[in-house]
């Protein structure tokens, strides 16, 4: 069973950067795909904001590329998500999440393991 706590959230003002921490413990999360959906206010759902599937095979929401990277290090069991250029409607909870690899979805609703969540506000 996968346990995720991710850290790194605040306030930032528009321009900025932050770099959000996912720290697993239990299985190697080299079996797992891995990534980070996010929920604005309002929103009654989470949506994939980058996943890692293979090292060639990164989903990048469109309002984020060039903007976010996300990498892993399946030997730390840790994610993170490294974003710049931060803009007010990037103003979200972030989870790190976890899925086997017979999954192969950007769909929340079936990822299986989830963080706690992060808050990130971006203020104008």
């Known amino acids: 069973q996968l346990q995720l706590t991710e850290s790194g959230g605040g306030l930032v003002q528009v321009g900025g950067s932050l770099r959000l921490s996912c720290v697993v413990s239990?299985?190697?999360?080299?079996?797992?795909?891995m990534g980070w959906f996010r929920q604005a206010p309002g929103e009654e759902y989470k949506t994939a904001t980058a996943?890692?599937?293979?090292?060639?095979?990164?989903y990048y929401a469109a309002y984020v590329k060039r903007r976010f990277r996300i990498s892993r290090d399946n030997a730390q069991n840790t994610v993170v998500l490294e974003m710049n250029n931060l803009k007010p409607e990037d103003t979200a909870v972030y989870y790190c999440?976890?899925?086997?690899?017979?999954?192969?979805?950007?769909?929340?609703?079936?990822?299986?393991?989830w963080g706690q969540g992060t808050q990130v506000t971006v203020s104008s």
């Open positions: 999440a976890a899925v086997q690899k017979d999954v192969y979805s950007i769909h929340a609703s079936q990822w299986r393991f």
């Open positions: 239990g299985p190697t999360i080299s079996d797992y795909y």
């Open positions: 996943v890692t599937f293979a090292t060639d095979n990164i």
